[in-house]
């Protein structure tokens, strides 16, 4: 029998904006608050995007046809042309990739997962926390549209946030890891920003808390 949180993995869309700001340290935890979306939303359940047909940096607009994903992304250096300093995260919404800014006019490109239509963002935030293995709590708000969800799911391996989360902001978007690897080049989240775990674990060890994060559409 599967166990509940294998059962949430089949249906996990992603994260929701929240409206709270981020409190002092002595009255907010960013771990235990999670605002991530995890319900079934069929009609954004097909592939809409081929992530092996792209070739160009950040900002060129370039986009394939759509397809069916069928091979892992691969994690590879990259020229980059963008006017930001080493240690920046940059996301193309567009090109559903990531890219860590290296010197040298060089970058290290990820794909990811990205908002489907309608919860797209874009803007300049900075990495505020990082958690190993983070447990997510679900909000009142989802709660209410899921009575069945669990309050608390730990972290581990089953949970929807994968290996490694990183907060944008004062917002409950995340970089963060996935149980659900094959979702990784489309458009499924409610806003996060989601990464193969081995991704995810990689950019978590290069990335400081304070780091820039630039989300393009």
Not at 41 to 58: I, L, R
Not at 113 to 118: A, F, L
Not at 138 to 145: K, Q
Request: with cysteine; aromatic share 10%.
């Amino acid at each position: 029998m599967k166990t509940l949180a294998t059962a949430l993995a089949g249906i996990m869309g992603a994260c929701i904006l929240a409206s709270t700001p981020v409190l002092a340290a002595s009255s907010y935890d960013p771990f235990g608050t999670g605002g991530d979306d995890y319900y079934p939303e069929t009609e954004y359940a097909q592939p809409s995007y081929d992530p092996y047909g792209y070739q160009g940096t950040v900002g060129q607009g370039a986009q394939a046809a759509p397809q069916a994903q069928v091979a892992p992304i691969p994690r590879e250096i990259v020229g980059f042309n963008g006017a930001y300093k080493p240690g920046t995260i940059v996301v193309s919404t567009a090109e559903r990739r990531l890219y860590f800014v290296l010197p040298n006019g060089e970058a290290i490109r990820y794909g990811v997962g990205v908002g489907r239509p309608g919860f797209t963002w874009s803007g300049t935030k900075t990495v505020t926390a990082k958690r190993e293995w983070p447990s997510w709590t679900p909000p009142a708000a989802m709660i209410a549209r899921r009575p069945d969800l669990p309050r608390y799911m730990a972290g581990g391996v089953e949970n929807p946030l994968g290996a490694r989360a990183m907060y944008i902001g004062n917002t409950e978007y995340r970089i963060h890891g996935s149980n659900e690897p094959d979702t990784i080049g489309q458009a499924v989240s409610s806003g996060c920003i989601r990464m193969t775990n081995d991704d995810v674990t990689d950019l978590y060890e290069r990335v400081k808390v304070g780091a820039k994060v630039v989300v393009l559409n």
